[in-house]
């Protein structure tokens, strides 16, 4: 009974965003208070890609393979976002393990300015090409029109989401991962609520139909952004931005892009790959192929999300403790995390592959959508044990400010110096 209440007390505080400092005390405390709210976080984006999903399926096969479309260019932005969001994940958690707050408000304020230029240039391209970008992916003539102003709508204003994972990193990197968790709630419930009344309408009123999607998206991510911004110039947080620091440094923009980059490259693979199975699966298979596959893909993202946001805890705690040099510290905490995420990881694998179909039922009653979305999750399913344990690995490499070397064997061999000779990676920033 004392350790129910003692564990539901540590969950409040998860909840809360009670400030701890997680270079001293109990590391399964610190992983718990850093992975419950950035779990959660991430789980209720998951859910608004199942019911987004779900009520986009009702308008039939070519919405849901445009949505497909859209998401998988997309995804060039998100590694964008991902990539900077990393490197100022890993700054500010060191600034903030040396104890110098304004050292980690400086790097958010260049991070912002970064990812400011390049959503504008992102915007342009998706305003004025969303009907050749459709067509790109695989789309006929006339589905491409159909979707062109669902795409213009999301990549033209994909500020919302590039700032949503930057400013989200921000504030994991300085250990509050509850204001994350609460941004992308408000961004979630709104997008729910507005999904049904925005594409079909409420009273007399038909609706936006497929626009009305991408509306309700942009409305509730755009408010998560608000409530960020407002935490990030007004808040009593570890950061807080004042306007007196707004000014162009280039030697931190320097160092944030040298370590943007290489995690930037490590998405954009991951997004290059789904592009292109994206586009092959439509030539080949065609909406109901399509369909199919994207409906398999939004239930993958629903439980891969969540381990997303243990690993993210890795990234923070190493950050942190490398930052105060505590290096033992920052490896046991690796470790730990790896165990949690692949335990999981290993039940989701097991759901899918024994319940693939009526998974995939939830979502459409076309029968050839069905045999398609079956074969893919059971595929993709069978691999999850392997995905949850990469993402710590190469989330904790990422947190160090490794980004050039994510992979296990280089994680490796860092664990093994600094276990033997108690260095830790000393990087440009």
């Known amino acids: 009974m004392v350790k129910i209440k003692s564990y539901w007390s540590l969950f409040l505080d998860a909840i809360r965003g009670v400030e701890h400092d997680y270079t001293k005390g109990s590391i399964q405390k610190a992983i718990i208070l850093l992975s419950i709210p950035m779990i959660l976080e991430l ?33 060039i932005v998100y590694s964008f ?3 900077l969001s990393t490197a100022v994940t890993a700054m500010i958690s060191r600034r903030v393990g040396e104890k110098n707050p304004e050292g980690a408000a400086e790097a958010a304020i260049q991070s912002l300015i970064i990812a400011l230029i390049l959503s504008t240039v992102f915007s342009a391209v998706g305003i004025f090409y969303s009907k050749q970008l459709l067509m790109f992916m695989g789309a006929t003539e006339s ?24 400013i989200n990193g921000i504030f994991r990197g300085a250990g509050n991962a509850a204001i994350a968790m609460h941004s992308l709630w408000i961004a979630s419930i709104l997008n729910i609520i507005l999904d049904p009344i925005f594409i079909y309408g ?32 007004a808040g009593d947080g570890v950061i807080r931005i004042k306007t007196s620091l707004f000014r162009v440094k280039k030697t931190i923009i320097t160092n944030l892009i040298n370590l943007a980059w290489p995690a930037t490259f490590q998405f954009i693979i991951a997004s290059g790959s789904w592009i292109i199975l994206t586009k092959l699966v439509a030539e080949i298979g065609g909406p109901q192929a399509s369909a199919g596959y994207q409906i398999a893909i939004r239930n993958v993202v629903f439980f891969i999300l969540p381990a997303w946001g243990l690993s993210n805890a890795a990234a923070t705690l190493i950050g942190q403790n490398l930052g105060a ?4 510290r920052a490896e046991k905490s690796v470790w730990l995390a790896t165990k949690f995420n692949a335990v999981f990881m ?54 160090a400010g490794d ?17 033997s000779t108690g260095l830790y990676i000393d990087l440009c920033f």
């Open 202 to 233: 409420i009273g007399s009123w038909q609706g936006w139909g497929l626009e009305g999607a991408a509306i309700a998206t942009i409305i509730g991510r755009g408010c998560g952004v608000l409530y960020q911004l407002y935490h990030l110039f």
């Open 325 to 328: 040099k505590e290096v033992g």
């Open 346 to 399: 290993a039940f989701v694998s097991l759901f899918f592959v024994l319940l693939s179909e009526p998974i995939i039922r939830f979502f459409t009653d076309d029968q050839e959508v069905i045999l398609y979305g079956v074969e893919a999750l059971r595929i993709i399913g069978a691999g999850f044990i392997f995905y949850g344990i990469g993402m710590v690995l190469m989330q904790a490499l990422n947190g």
């Open 81 to 83: 976002a991902i990539g």
């Open 143 to 166: 589905i491409a029109q159909q979707g062109q102003m669902f795409t213009r709508l999301m990549i033209g204003t994909n500020q919302v989401i590039v700032f949503l994972f930057l």
């Open 43 to 75: 789980s209720l984006e998951s859910v608004f890609a199942i019911v987004d999903m779900f009520f986009v399926g009702k308008l039939g096969a070519d919405a849901i393979a445009i949505v497909g479309y859209t998401e998988a260019m997309s995804t």
């Open 403 to 419: 980004t050039r070397n994510s992979d296990v064997d280089q994680f490796y061999r860092l664990l093994v110096v600094s276990d």
